[in-house]
């Protein structure tokens, strides 16, 4: 399996200006997990989805976030308008259950730079 | 909710030293406590896993030890290798899917 797959790798932009992530998860995997990585916050967890259903979003940070998973094979982070602290490293990761919590697979991470 | 602490932040260690790097937790309930390694510009990986049902776990010259009791767990890598200098995190889990992660710590390995 290619793993999981992120785009864009690195997006810069303009303050105000929509962004959006883009994650392909590990096939057969039922868990989809977005992270945020920054030096001054670590690793945050904005939002999870079990078999393409939000589970708990309650780590996005506000409106101006959301996510979806359509299918199991594609989900989006959308950030409308964006601002310069939104700049930080997204992880999108997935996981198979077995009805105990295993490994994360993630993938490479999208760098945004939000000028 | 769970809160875990990493320590140290930064670990510089000579070339086939031993490194340790140490996690505390808050809630008793957690049972699932993985270690991640992150390489710069990739996304972390898992590299050691326990659960609370053991103290020890190992895999060649990584281990990782659980104490209940006082609500901390260890990772020791023995015969440390250039390859292991990296970011390395902790985390926990109460039993639901979510990960509580510690802040990281950067292993440097000193030729």
């Known amino acids: 399996d290619a793993g999981v797959i992120q785009s864009p790798r690195h997006e810069v932009t303009e303050m105000g200006q929509e962004v959006t992530l883009r994650c392909k998860p590990i096939?057969?995997?039922?868990?989809l997990f977005w992270y945020r990585q920054t030096m001054m916050r670590g690793l945050e967890l904005l939002i999870y989805?079990?078999?393409?259903?939000?589970?708990?979003d309650s780590g996005m940070p506000e409106d101006r976030f959301s996510a979806k998973m359509p299918n199991a094979s594609f989900s989006t982070l959308k950030i409308q308008p964006s601002e310069p602290r939104d700049s930080a490293v997204y992880f999108c990761?997935?996981?198979?259950?077995?009805?105990?919590?295993?490994?994360?697979?993630f993938g490479e991470g999208s760098r945004l730079t939000v000028l | 909710g769970e809160n875990v602490e990493q320590h140290p932040s930064t670990l510089s260690v000579q070339e086939g030293d031993s490194a340790v790097i140490k996690c505390t937790y808050s809630?008793?309930?957690?049972?699932?406590f993985p270690w991640y390694k992150q390489e710069l510009g990739k996304g972390p990986q898992l590299i050691i896993d326990?659960?609370?049902n053991v103290g020890e776990k190992k895999d060649q010259r990584i281990a990782v030890t659980l104490n209940k009791t006082a609500k901390h767990f260890s990772l020791h890598i023995t015969e440390t290798q250039p390859e292991d200098s990296a970011v390395y995190f902790c985390?926990?889990?109460?039993?639901?899917?979510?990960?509580?992660w510690g802040a990281g710590t950067k292993l440097i390995i000193k030729p």
């Open positions: 990761a997935s996981t198979k259950t077995s009805g105990m919590f295993g490994e994360l697979f």
């Open positions: 096939s057969g995997h039922d868990y």
């Open positions: 989805f079990n078999n393409n259903v939000p589970i708990d």
């Open positions: 809630d008793s309930a957690s049972n699932y």
């Open positions: 326990i659960r609370s």
């Open positions: 985390a926990a889990t109460p039993g639901n899917y979510q990960l509580i």
